[in-house]
């Protein structure tokens, strides 16, 4: 039963890391106390495989599986990466393909390589009419050319953790994707207030890319999908809008997203 008067979407989490072994259960019910509805969790590689789906099943009405490589896993045995990530795709439905994309901000080393698994992994996507869930770090402006290269109407997704700038955001919704907002936007310096002063609450999903980037007033611990409250409350301060309309809007634009939702049993979630 949630204490929370408004109910939220976490569109980002990794509530399968290790940093959740200990109290995991108790995290999960801080979760539904702070109004979270569903938490939605971007594969890494195949070493996250696993400890994903053993939550999904734990939580089949509140964790949805994605299935994908990210980019700071491409390294030099990707092509192995991707053929696991493919059979997953071919053995059961998941949610979007995630998370995927480019990462020049540990290693340019393999850019080449990250930019045909992300086209290949888009291609899947397409293939399948599910969504991408998209990462990008010092690499906004060449992502978004990339999607542009595929030009699709099926393509259709978020940019996770977006922190760029006004024609960056402009550029991402004028492609059909949403930007995903975390707890980047409680932080002062960030300029993110600024961007989504003039951003359509239709183009906005909320995150928390848990265990990562906790927002203020918890900077520097450990986030967790109860703190996606936080993004909610700094968004209707920013926008000057009912917290309740965050809440509807941006958990309506999940829903729209991730809108193919199919039931599997536990036996199918963890095949």
Known sequence: ???????????????YAKKFDHDRAAMIERALAAGVQRMYLPNIDSTSIEPMLVLEAEYPDLCFAMMGL?????????????????????SRPFVAVGEIGIDLYWDKTHLAAQQEAFLLQCEW???????????????????IDLVREVKNERLRGIFHC????????????ELGFHLGIGGVLTFPKSGLDKVLKTIGLQHIVLETDAPYLAPIPHRGKRNESAYVHFVAERLAAIKDIPLAEVGERTSANAEKIFAKKTTLSPKQILQ
Do not use: K
């Open 162 to 173: 977006f922190g760029g700038t006004l024609e960056e955001a402009n550029a991402i919704i």
């Open 125 to 143: 996507a397409i293939e399948l009419d599910v969504p991408i869930v998209i990462h990008t770090r010092e690499a906004t402006a060449l992502t």
């Open 70 to 90: 990210h980019p700071c896993s491409v390294q030099e045995n990707y092509q192995e990466e991707l053929a696991l990530v493919r059979d997953w795709l071919d």
């Open 1 to 15: 039963m949630s204490d929370y008067p408004v109910q939220l979407i976490d569109t980002h989490a990794h509530l």
